[in-house]
């Protein structure tokens, strides 16, 4: 079992930059391919950026390329978001997830149905 907890939100201005943290309890990162999701009012959950189970691969959503960067610290076993350049569309709740199932060293899945532990998300807001 993992349990997965979001930090980091808050309310910021257009251009303003934050730091998600996803801290892990119960069994760490390695070996297990996780990623950033967010869901904004009346929108599906949708993909922003994840690790491959190896940790050698990442990928992001076309909207966050270039503006957000994930990373992890295996030692603290957490995974971070960090943000910039935020935009009012950026506005949503932010969760982190990871997946038991493999697939691939390379791969990163990207559907919510994949990922099997979920945090509780942390509130971003961007005003204009």
């Known amino acids: 079992q993992v349990q997965l907890v979001e930090s980091g939100g808050g309310l910021v201005q257009a251009g303003g930059s934050l730091r998600l943290s996803c801290v892990a309890s119960g069994r760490t990162f390695m070996g297990y391919a996780m990623g950033w999701f967010r869901q904004a009012p009346g929108k599906e959950r949708e993909f922003v950026a994840g690790?491959?189970?190896?940790?050698?691969?990442?990928d992001y959503a076309d909207s966050v390329k270039g503006r957000f960067t994930i990373s992890r610290d295996n030692a603290k076993n957490t995974v971070y978001l960090q943000m910039n350049s935020l935009k009012p569309e950026d506005t949503a709740v932010y969760y982190c997830?990871?997946?038991?199932?493999?697939?691939?060293?390379?791969?990163?899945?990207?559907?919510?149905?994949?990922?099997?532990?979920w945090g509780q998300g942390t509130q971003v807001t961007v005003s204009s």
């Open positions: 997830a990871v997946t038991r199932r493999n697939f691939g060293p390379r791969n990163i899945p990207l559907g919510i149905h994949e990922y099997d532990y």
């Open positions: 690790f491959s189970w190896s940790g050698i691969n990442t």
